[in-house]
């Protein structure tokens, strides 16, 4: 996606970013991201395989409220079109086929690494504090270059000291 979009929810022009080597488009201010659907499973393992450490398998998994209405596509202005990720009620994603891109609304991440972790089952049983996954993701998606810098790595390439900035709720 080359030409500057504008978000489904809010109109702000989304900024291109690389997160964990994805690129993606994110709205300034959180709504969301915009994905192309071929990169929706890599983006999402790749987040699965970075905070694996702090998924933890027995937190339920909440459906998301899909409260909004019909997004319209930021490519092509037509209105996208709804799926269950992983066919599920879960989450409900938007996305637009002729176009090929898939927008996440904010707060659908986080259910579906979950959802992704349980079902490829390479999450270990491990008890976690509630919102570390939150923040782990927080830090990786919102970041500034949507990469974590070597200074944010344990051993093992894990995340250890993250600077934790509370998403804005919308
Ligand atoms: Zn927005
Ligand atoms: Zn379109």
């Known amino acids: 996606m080359s030409e500057v979009l504008p978000c489904p929810r809010c109109d702000a022009p ?3 970013a690389s997160i964990l080597g994805q690129s993606v488009d994110r709205c300034p201010a959180r709504h969301g991201l915009l994905v192309e ?17 702090v998924i933890d398998l027995d937190d339920p998994i909440e459906p998301v409220p899909d409260s909004h209405g019909v997004a319209g596509c930021p490519d092509c202005a037509r209105p996208m079109t709804r799926f269950g990720y992983m066919e599920t ?11 090929g891109i898939v927008w996440i609304d904010e707060g659908e991440l986080e259910p579906m690494i979950r959802m992704n972790a349980k079902t490829t089952g390479r999450a270990r049983e491990r008890e976690a ?10 830090a990786i998606v919102w970041s500034s270059g949507g990469d974590v810098s070597d200074g944010m790595l ?7 000291a993250i600077k934790f900035v509370p998403p804005s709720r919308h």
Request: glycine share 6%.
């Open 129 to 138: 504090e509630v919102h570390e996954l939150e923040r782990h993701l927080s």
């Open 154 to 160: 344990g051993e093992g390439g894990r995340l250890t």
């Open 37 to 53: 659907q071929r990169r929706l499973i890599p983006l999402v393992e790749a987040l699965v395989s970075a905070t694996i450490e």
């Open 89 to 99: 009620r879960t989450v409900t994603l938007d996305r637009c086929q002729p176009c």
């Open 14 to 16: 989304l900024q291109e």
